[in-house]
């Protein structure tokens, strides 16, 4: 039943055209057969999946990271969050990434949620963490990586939104999922 | 002040290779020069930008759509949304996108918040509106679009999202506003 209605309207491959293969992203173009018998072509993004840390310090602020975007050609405030290695665990690589962004470890890791990004032409997907327990180290980012971290208020993070600073999908439902938890005392 | 810390970090173009116009994105490599000096490439891919409507009728229910999303080879079901037209203001597209997939036309459009869905490799942004005072009309999918519509209450949109049928950012971002409008009363 389950299966069934997770292929309503497939869209069956035809061909495959292989466009690109990046360091971080490749790209093909699948042409397909659409429920009504006529074809179509669709440009598909694939990515490795992510992991991203909404990290509470024991102060009950959020640890950011400013960095630049370059396809935004500005700098944003986001969450911790890093691509998955291969074969890596998500959990595993929420605690590396925590730690080499931020220099925080955390006692407890708990998966709030996993979603996909841009379900319309990429295949993204990010599991999403709540880090607490949190005992400060030392920060070690990769050497093409270059960031600023902070820890900031909920009202912090509303006025970064407000300006724009925090714009992306992960970290407002973090900032989301935070205020969600101080309203109802849960995840 | 402003501008100068939204280049923090700003990684200079060198040079930008154009790799693929497609029909929705298009995919460049830019080589970039590094705050240290050094060198990086980038992968970025271009999209026009969407609207998503979170559109709750007068009996209290969401509007969602089941489609077929190619890149994850299942159906999801997702808020209303579509991409925006050359020049297209995203309230008009909103405003056309919540009719054309649901039929229904609204007497109060509101933004919620613009995000971007994955700021590392693509420069997507998404509108996110919520719709109230709406009325019942006819469906006018585009031609190749297949979807299905439904109404659901907040315990089923949880219960899709328990069972991985609804899984995408703008859906679960939307249900978390509409959750906490329930909450607090304000979006």
């Not at 969450?79 to 959990?91: C, D, H, N, S």
């Not at 929420?94 to 709030?112: D, I, N, V, W």
């Not at 295949?123 to 400060?136: F, M, P, S, W």
Request: aromatic letters at 8%.
């Amino acid at each position: 039943m389950t299966s069934i209605s997770h292929k309503k309207f497939e869209e069956v491959t035809i061909s495959t055209r292989s466009v690109f293969q990046g360091r971080i992203i490749s790209l093909q173009v699948d042409t397909v057969k659409l429920p009504n018998g006529s074809e179509a072509t669709r440009e598909i993004v694939k990515h490795p999946g992510a992991v991203a840390v909404l990290a509470i310090t024991p102060d009950d602020r959020m640890l950011v990271v400013e960095q630049y975007r370059k396809p935004l050609e500005k700098s944003q405030i986001e969450i911790p969050a890093g691509k998955l290695e291969p074969g890596e665990k998500p959990e595993n690589c929420a605690r590396r990434e925590l730690e080499e962004e931020t220099g925080y470890t955390s006692a407890s890791l708990q998966l709030l949620s996993s979603f996909y990004t841009s379900p319309g032409f990429a295949d993204e997907i990010i599991h999403l963490y709540v880090a607490q327990g949190l005992t400060k180290g030392e920060a070690q980012p990769d050497e093409d990586e270059f960031l600023e971290i902070e820890a900031i208020t909920l009202e912090q993070a509303q006025q970064y939104m407000a300006e724009g600073r925090i714009s992306d999908a992960k970290t407002i439902m973090a900032i989301y999922a935070w205020q969600m938890y101080k309203l109802t005392g849960k995840f």
